[in-house]
């Protein structure tokens, strides 16, 4: 069974501090995706990383893929308001697991 | 524009009786997947499709129906929907290699 498993599920930062959202999934995966979602919106893909050691940058995201550690991680550098959302992330059958809650505190 | 469209995006409806949810894109992508969202739950998969005429179980299929009988198109049926099924839904499709995208959602209540 394909398990996305998200870690933390809440976080709370300060605005222009770093933080990082890892993603640990189950099976082999040879793409990952990150997505956003605003409140009471559908979601937005972020990035898709299609090979081992692919890393994406956008903005203050970066977001990179470790298939085999099976790990994928966001990173978010000097956070600011905009960025508090729920990061989800998905494997190549798009499922995924219960997401990240971003809040940055002014 | 390259979308995903779900229709209807809000009903309410009484237990028992039968309804469809339609999703469509317009981008050619081969998969296609129908997910339910409830507070705390995340993104739970109920159905998905790789291609026409392929569809598989996800984590949480137990009242719904899906058919691809067409590329495009990829409706949720509730045959006899229930209270426990009242939730936000999302379509989502993606080509073999680029991103996936997201309908706008469908907010189903059932009384």
Redesign the interface.
């Known amino acids: 069974e394909l398990k996305v498993e998200q870690n933390p599920l809440f976080l709370s930062m300060q605005e222009g501090k770093n933080y990082t959202i890892y993603c640990n999934y189950s099976t082999t995966s040879d793409r990952l995706y990150w997505y956003r979602q605003d409140p009471g919106k559908s979601l937005e893909s972020l990035f898709v990383l299609l090979s081992n050691g692919a890393v994406k940058q956008e903005g203050r995201l970066m977001a990179s893929l470790d298939t085999k550690a099976r790990l994928s991680t966001l990173h978010i550098t000097a956070a600011v308001h905009d960025l508090s959302a729920t990061y989800f992330c998905g494997n190549e059958k798009l499922t995924f697991g219960t997401g990240t809650r971003l809040t940055i505190i002014p | 524009e390259a979308q995903v469209t779900q229709n209807p995006r809000y009903l309410i409806t009484v237990t028992g009786k039968k309804l469809t949810v339609t999703c469509s894109q317009n981008m050619n992508h081969e998969?296609m997947?129908w997910?339910r969202q409830d507070p705390?739950?995340?993104?739970r998969?109920i159905y998905?499709s790789m291609n026409v005429e392929v569809t598989d179980k996800?984590?949480v299929p137990e009242g719904y129906k899906v058919s691809r009988k067409e590329k495009r198109n990829f409706p949720l049926i509730l045959e006899s929907p229930s209270p426990n099924q009242t939730s936000l839904y999302?379509c989502?499709s993606?080509g073999l290699?680029?991103?996936?995208?997201?309908?706008?959602?469908t907010r189903l209540t059932v009384t």
Do not use: I, V
């Open positions: 998969y997947s997910y705390g739950l995340g993104l998969q998905y996800g984590d999302f989502a993606r290699a680029g991103g996936g995208e997201f309908g706008p959602g």
